[in-house]
């Protein structure tokens, strides 16, 4: 696991966008898994930035959502479809029909949707780069503490913590969902590259169980530590309860200087 430390939220942004353009230059077709949340919006603002200055292009790329919301209604603007257009695919030009997310016709099974949904990760080739957030639960995607480290696509009954995070983006009348379906762990474990982002005092705790707690369903987020290429992004704050700071850091330039001289590390697949 690479941990980076930066200073802020927008370093954090800047860096996470400059790794997802280092996947579209050696593979300009690449899957990407998306999050939806507060934290990705200023790597997607950035990457909005670069593409409309030419710097890069979305236009071969496939996405899958980690997650959506069950139960709400078709275009309802609290969806995470509608939050992906609103901060990316509408500001991008990665094409409408290459984007999915895990959703639920009206009327449809939603039992059927996480294997379909599966079934069409594996038919793209995978996930070549996937994008994570961490709640303060050490929750990833929406697999809330508990839920099993073979998990795969699926209904996930969201925790009462997760659904109070979350009701800030709801008017107080308005229907909040208690179901989501999230993809599972070993699904985001398939991913070839994962970079997780966590930035605020807040995610201090869970980040110190992803990266140095043990290995256990209660903190799902730790399960990265048994993936080859994760790469962790946090500002000062949410480093805060790391207890290996200085060795981070030290290793970060030491990898740093080995990518200087010898290619960035997408150059190795
Ligand atoms: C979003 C997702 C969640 C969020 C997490 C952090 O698609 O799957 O795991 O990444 O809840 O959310 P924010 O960034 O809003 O703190």
Do not use: W
Not at 14 to 28: D, F, Q, S, Y
Not at 135 to 140: D, S, T
Request: charged residues 25%.
């Amino acid at each position: 696991m690479e941990v980076v430390i930066l200073k802020d939220a927008d370093d954090v942004a800047v860096h996470g966008a400059a790794l997802v353009e280092a996947m579209l230059r050696v593979k300009p077709q690449a899957v990407f898994g998306f999050a939806t949340g507060g934290t990705p919006r200023a790597l997607y603002r950035r990457l909005a930035e670069r593409q409309r200055a030419g710097e890069v292009s979305f236009s071969r790329s496939t996405s899958f959502n980690l997650d959506e919301y069950l139960g709400l209604p078709p275009d309802s603007p609290q969806s995470y479809r509608a939050y992906m257009r609103r901060e990316f695919f509408d500001r991008v030009d990665i094409d409408p029909a290459a984007t999915h997310l895990p959703e639920c016709a009206p009327g449809e099974d939603p039992q059927r949707v996480g294997p379909r949904y599966e079934a069409m990760i594996r038919e793209a080739g995978g996930i070549d780069l996937q994008i994570l957030g961490i709640g303060h639960n050490g929750h990833i995607g929406f697999n809330e503490p508990s839920s099993s480290l073979a998990s795969r696509t699926r209904v996930k009954t969201l925790t009462p913590r997760t659904l109070e995070a979350n009701s800030r983006l709801f008017d107080d009348d308005e229907f909040q969902p208690r179901l989501a379906i999230t993809m599972g762990i070993a699904t985001i474990m398939e991913a070839r590259r994962i970079l997780l982002l966590a930035t605020g005092e807040a995610k201090a705790a869970a980040v110190a169980g992803l990266v140095e707690g043990p290995v256990t369903a209660m903190c799902p987020a730790s399960a990265l530590q048994l993936h080859e290429r994760v790469t962790v992004l946090l500002d000062e704050a949410a480093a805060a309860k790391l207890r290996h700071r200085a060795y981070y850091d030290l290793a970060y330039r030491e990898n740093r200087a080995l990518k200087e001289r010898f290619g960035d590390f997408y150059a190795a697949d």
